[in-house]
């Protein structure tokens, strides 16, 4: 399973860069869906071990309560961005992150893969969206 994971993950990156190579990024509109099944979020996981994960990992650039910390790191209780985003598109983000290069990238703050964390797995990833998307206005 895990291994299809991975095949799906690299499939859709690879894509991604083929699909960034020859189009012009739009800002203001999420990532196109893919074909790809939204990645499933982690069932097992309760809210309070993901909010538990989220702020080991996330909450120095975020904030404890998703709210953004100024010069660093987007509000995601409120971002249009993360909204447009499927399960599957915000896994791909966390764990590739995005270069301060990217059009994309409004803070000038590079978001390291994992939030610079490499130990962070799949299942803290999908635990770490649990979170995220609890918090969304």
């Not at 650039?61 to 100024?70: A, F, I, S």
Request: glycine fraction near 8%; charge should be negative; aromatic fraction near 6%.
């Amino acid at each position: 399973m895990k291994r299809t994971i991975s095949w799906i993950i690299l499939i859709t990156l690879a894509l991604g860069l083929l699909a960034a190579c020859t189009e012009e990024p739009q800002p203001s509109q999420p990532p196109a869906a893919t074909e790809v099944p939204a990645q499933e979020p982690a069932p097992d996981v309760d809210l309070e071990e993901a909010a538990s994960i989220y702020v080991t990992n996330c909450s120095a650039c975020h904030g404890l309560e998703g709210k953004g910390v100024e010069n660093l790191g987007k509000d995601f209780t409120t971002s249009a961005y993360l909204a447009g985003l499927s399960d599957t598109e915000l896994f791909e983000f966390i764990k590739v992150g995005r270069e301060v290069d990217d059009p994309l990238n409004t803070t000038g703050v590079v978001m390291p893969p994992k939030g610079g964390n490499p130990a962070l797995s799949d299942e803290n990833i999908s635990a770490i969206i649990v979170y995220i998307r609890s918090i969304q206005e």
